[in-house]
């Protein structure tokens, strides 16, 4: 599939994020009141900041176009196009002072994600993929694991928290544990895009989600980059996603029982 032909959509996200994260690091975590979520969660006051500095930016350059946002909701979703933003993913991590988090922002045309970008603030790192156009990060080009085998693989893995109900923690319990055995490494880092990320740049082999109430904007950017960069991602009705090369994505699918259609 060719990229498509407006390319200033990928300099503006870039820049959107770029501006929002910037603001971010100056700030550090400490300037930064916390609000709880029923879901364990928390919003900071730079959840909002980010929300409001990456929406206008992007309705500045496209008034037509529509938004879906963690924080703010949805505003003109019914656009041709879509944008999908995730302030920051990880905030909680943000509010400790954990450097671990993103600002993930992806675009829909109709139904279809054609644009992904996560900008992780600490280090100044920048994730980005145009559908037919690869995946780069800071512009350099990025691909997947060559490694062919779960048992020399490191295996991203997302788990579901406290706050989940106890039938899915427990189902968790015992993938994660098939996991364990059949890889070489799994690592819980608790964001999706990152790890996503780090997937399409090969330094995790693959992911796997095992919480199984991931939104979207926890997904699209990463969903994007993994596939530009050669990935596989499959989201299944019953909700684990697996994503990574199609040779260990395959390995995964069999490993977890996952034999069910996807979404």
């Not at 176009?65 to 933003?85: C, K, P, Q």
Request: hydrophobic share 40%; aromatic share 8%; with cysteine.
């Amino acid at each position: 599939m060719a990229a498509f032909s407006q390319p200033d959509f990928g300099s503006v996200a870039k820049a959107a994020v770029k501006i929002a994260g910037t603001g971010i690091v100056r700030s550090r975590w400490k300037d930064s009141p916390v609000r709880a979520k029923a879901s364990g969660d928390v919003v900071t006051r730079w959840d909002l900041h980010v929300d409001s500095q990456v929406s206008n930016h992007i309705l500045e350059s496209f008034p037509d176009h529509g938004i879906i946002s963690e924080e703010s909701g949805e505003t003109n979703a019914d656009a041709e196009y879509v944008w999908i933003l995730d302030p920051i993913d990880g905030s909680r991590h943000f509010s400790q002072g954990l450097p671990l988090y993103s600002i993930s922002l992806a675009l829909r045309r109709r139904d279809d994600l054609i644009l992904g970008v996560v900008y992780a603030p600490e280090g100044d790192r920048l994730f980005a993929a145009e559908t037919g156009g690869g995946a780069t990060l800071d512009e350099e080009p990025i691909s997947c694991s060559q490694r062919t085998s779960l048992a020399d693989s490191i295996v991203c893995v997302e788990i579901p928290t406290r706050h989940y109900p106890i039938e899915l923690r427990s189902y968790a319990l015992e993938k994660l544990a098939l996991l364990m055995d059949h890889a070489d490494r799994v690592r819980v880092i608790g964001v999706s895009a990152l790890g996503l990320c780090y997937t399409a740049m090969g330094g995790f082999d693959a992911y796997v989600n095992l919480s199984g109430a991931s939104k979207i904007w926890d997904l699209a950017a990463g969903e994007v980059i993994l596939r530009e960069a050669g990935g596989q991602f499959t989201r299944f009705a019953d909700g684990p996603i697996v994503g990574g090369p199609p040779v260990l994505h395959d390995q995964l699918v069999d490993l977890l029982g996952l034999p069910g259609k996807p979404e």
